[in-house]
C-alpha cells in the first residue's frame, strides 16, 4: 500500500496486493485441501459409535435438528469450501448405495487425508500415495471376503436380520428401544421383499409420525395410513370390506374454460343454475354407488353441498389426499387411479378387509387406518414420539436400519463391529505391505494405520483409552487369530462382537473402504486451487 497525489494535489491510496497475490499451488494446496477434509471428519468422529455425541444443527429459519447420522449432519451444515464438499458428497454416497455407515466413512477418509499429509512432509510423491492407497483399498476389500460369515434367514427365522439391525440402531437416541424397532424394520421389509429375486422396493414402505404417545407405541400396520379423517363428521368410522373408488377428479361442476360471466337476473334462473349443480353432484355420487363403491378417496377437495350429499347417499368420503399417498393406497388395495368419473368402473376398486378413522390425545387428531388390503405388499410405520425432533431422529433411524435389511436380503454377508472388522483389515493390509518394494508401501503401511482410526474414535467416544484399548484388542485378534475382536463399546466385558452379536453388512463395510479412497485419492491429485478472480 502506498500514498500518492492527483494532478489537483489530493491524496489516494495505492492498494498493490492484487499484483502480489497468489493462488495456492503444488504441496500448499493440496495441504490446504487436507486440512479442509479432515476439517469436516473431525467434526463428526465425536458421533461415531453406540456412545457417539448427538449434533444439534439450526436452519436459518429457526428449525432445529438433533441427530448423530452422518448424512443428515453434512446435508444441513453450510460448508463453503469446495474440498468439505467432497466429504459431503462423500457421506451422501455412502447414504445413497448402502444406507448405513455415512459416519465411518468419512471418518475413515478423515485418517486416510491425515496420513496422506505426514507422508507428503516426507517428500513422498501424491500420485505414489494414492496408488498405494489404491493397492491397500484391494488388500482390506479382499480381506473382508475372507473373514466374511453367511447366515441364513428365511421368513420363519428373521432373528439374524433383527441382530443385525439392532447393531445399526444401537449408535441411535432410539437405542433403548432397539429391539422392538429392529423387529419393526425387518416385518416391514420381509412384507414388500421379494425373496427369489432377492431384492426389495423401499418405496412401498411408508414411515408416518405423529407426536404424543412412547417411542414404545410405534407399530407396524400392514397397509396405509392417511393423515386425514372422513370429511363429514357424521360418516362411518369404521368400513369393513372397503371397495374404494380412487378419484383424482373433485366432486364440482365443471368450470367453464372461457372467462366469459353468467348473469343471473330472477329467482328461477338461480333454481335452475342450483338444480342443475344438484343433479351434477347425484349423478357423480350415483355413478360411485353404482359400481360398488363403500368408500371415495378423492386427491381434491369438494364443498359443502358435495360433502352434505355424500353424507345422506351414505357414502364416506376422505378428500385433499396426496398423490404419493394415492399410489400407495392403489398399490395396498389392487385398485386403479380414476381421471374422470365416466371411467369408474367396479374392476378398478380397490379392497381393503378394513378401514378405520383413529383418534389420538386430547386433541382428537385423525388419521385413516387401511388395513388387511388386497395386495399386502405396502406397509406402514407409524411413529410416536414425544415432540416433532425425535419423532424426525426416528424416521431417520428406522430409514437407516431398513436398508441394511434390504442389504442382508440382497447379500446376505456379514462381518462384524465394534471396529474388529477394521483391526482385522489392518492387520493383513499391515502384513501386505512387505510384499511391495517401491515407495507405495509407505502408503500401504499408512492405509493400514489409517483404518485403525474407526477403533480408536470408538474407544474414545466410549470413555477408554484409545491407545490402550487398541493395542490390546489388536495384540489379542493377532494371538487368538480371531477376527472377531473388537471394541467393548457397551462396557458388557468381552470383547468378542460375536458374543455380544454386533454385525455389520459386508457390502456397507467394503462401500465405506472403496469410496474414502476414491475420495482421498481425489484430493490428493488436486495441486492447483484456481479461483474465479483468477481467470
Known amino acids: 500500500m502506498a500514498l500518492a497525489f492527483d494532478e489537483f494535489g489530493r491524496p489516494f491510496i495505492i492498494i498493490k496486493e492484487q499484483e502480489s497475490k497468489t493462488r495456492l499451488r503444488g504441496l500448499d494446496a493440496q495441504k490446504a485441501n487436507i486440512a479442509a477434509g479432515k476439517a469436516v471428519a473431525r467434526i463428526l468422529r465425536t458421533s461415531l459409535g453406540p456412545k457417539g455425541m448427538d449434533k444439534m444443527l439450526q436452519s436459518p429459519d429457526g428449525d432445529v435438528t438433533i441427530t448423530n447420522d452422518g448424512a443428515t449432519i453434512l446435508e444441513q451444515m453450510d460448508v463453503d469450501n469446495q474440498i468439505a464438499k467432497l466429504m459431503v458428497e462423500l457421506s451422501r454416497s455412502q447414504d445413497y448405495e448402502i444406507g448405513d455407515g455415512t459416519t465411518g466413512v468419512v471418518v475413515m477418509a478423515g485418517a486416510l487425508l491425515e496420513q496422506a499429509q505426514r507422508l507428503l512432509e516426507r517428500g513422498i510423491h501424491p500420485i505414489r500415495i494414492a496408488e498405494g492407497y489404491e493397492?491397500?483399498?484391494?488388500?482390506?476389500?479382499?480381506?473382508?471376503?475372507?473373514?466374511a460369515q453367511k447366515f441364513e434367514f428365511d421368513a420363519t427365522n428373521i432373528q439374524p436380520l433383527i441382530q443385525t439391525c439392532m447393531t445399526t440402531l444401537s449408535s441411535k437416541i432410539v437405542n433403548r428401544c432397539k429391539c422392538s424397532l429392529a423387529e419393526i424394520a425387518v416385518k416391514a421389509v420381509l412384507a414388500v421383499a421379494d425373496l427369489e429375486r432377492r431384492d426389495l422396493n423401499l418405496d412401498l414402505i411408508k414411515v408416518e409420525g405423529k407426536v404424543g404417545g412412547k417411542l414404545e407405541d410405534t407399530e407396524l400396520i400392514y397397509g396405509i395410513i392417511v393423515d386425514k379423517d372422513m370429511s363429514h363428521p357424521q360418516m362411518p368410522k369404521e368400513i369393513q370390506d372397503a371397495k374404494i373408488a380412487i378419484l383424482t377428479c373433485p366432486f364440482e361442476p365443471p368450470k367453464p374454460k372461457t372467462k366469459h360471466k353468467v348473469d343471473i337476473d330472477t329467482v328461477e334462473k338461480f333454481q335452475t343454475l342450483r338444480q342443475q349443480e344438484q343433479k351434477y353432484f347425484d349423478d357423480m355420487v350415483q355413478k360411485c354407488k353404482d359400481v360398488g363403491a363403500t368408500l371415495v378417496i378423492c386427491q381434491w377437495g369438494f364443498d359443502d353441498e358435495a360433502n352434505h350429499l355424500l353424507m345422506h347417499r351414505n357414502l364416506p368420503a376422505v378428500r385433499w389426499v396426496g398423490g404419493v399417498e394415492l399410489e400407495l393406497i392403489a398399490i395396498a388395495t389392487g385398485g386403479r387411479i380414476v381421471p374422470r368419473f365416466q371411467e369408474l368402473t367396479p374392476e378398478k376398486l380397490g379392497r381393503a378387509g378394513l378401514v378405520r378413522e383413529k383418534a389420538f390425545g386430547t386433541t382428537k387428531d385423525r388419521m385413516i387406518y387401511i388395513e388387511h388390503c388386497a395386495n399386502s405388499r405396502a406397509v406402514t410405520i407409524f411413529i410416536r414420539g414425544g415432540n416433532k425432533m425425535m419423532i424426525e431422529e426416528t424416521k431417520r433411524s428406522i430409514h437407516d436400519a431398513l436398508c441394511v435389511a434390504r442389504n442382508l436380503i440382497r447379500n446376505n454377508s456379514i462381518v462384524y463391529g465394534g471396529g474388529s472388522a477394521e483391526i482385522s483389515c489392518s492387520v493383513a493390509v499391515e502384513a501386505a505391505a512387505d510384499k511391495?518394494?517401491?515407495?507405495?508401501?509407505?502408503?500401504?503401511?499408512?492405509?493400514?494405520?489409517a483404518l485403525d482410526s474407526v477403533p480408536m474414535a470408538l474407544a474414545e467416544n466410549s470413555g477408554l483409552q484409545p491407545i490402550e484399548t487398541l493395542s490390546a484388542v489388536k495384540s489379542q485378534q493377532i494371538?487368538?487369530?480371531?477376527?472377531?475382536?473388537?471394541?467393548?463399546?457397551?462396557?458388557?466385558?468381552?470383547?468378542?462382537?460375536c458374543e455380544q452379536n454386533?454385525?455389520?453388512?459386508?457390502?456397507g463395510k467394503q462401500q465405506q473402504i472403496l469410496l474414502a479412497t476414491q475420495v482421498v485419492k481425489m484430493i490428493l491429485k488436486i495441486d492447483d486451487v484456481i479461483s474465479p478472480s483468477d481467470y
Open 135 to 147: 493397492m491397500g483399498s484391494r488388500i482390506a476389500y479382499e480381506h473382508l471376503e475372507h473373514i
Open 502 to 507: 454386533v454385525f455389520e453388512t459386508l457390502i
Open 479 to 497: 494371538k487368538e487369530n480371531n477376527p472377531c475382536c473388537g471394541i467393548d463399546c457397551n462396557d458388557v466385558g468381552t470383547n468378542d462382537m
Open 436 to 449: 511391495y518394494p517401491g515407495v507405495e508401501q509407505y502408503a500401504i503401511r499408512a492405509f493400514a494405520d
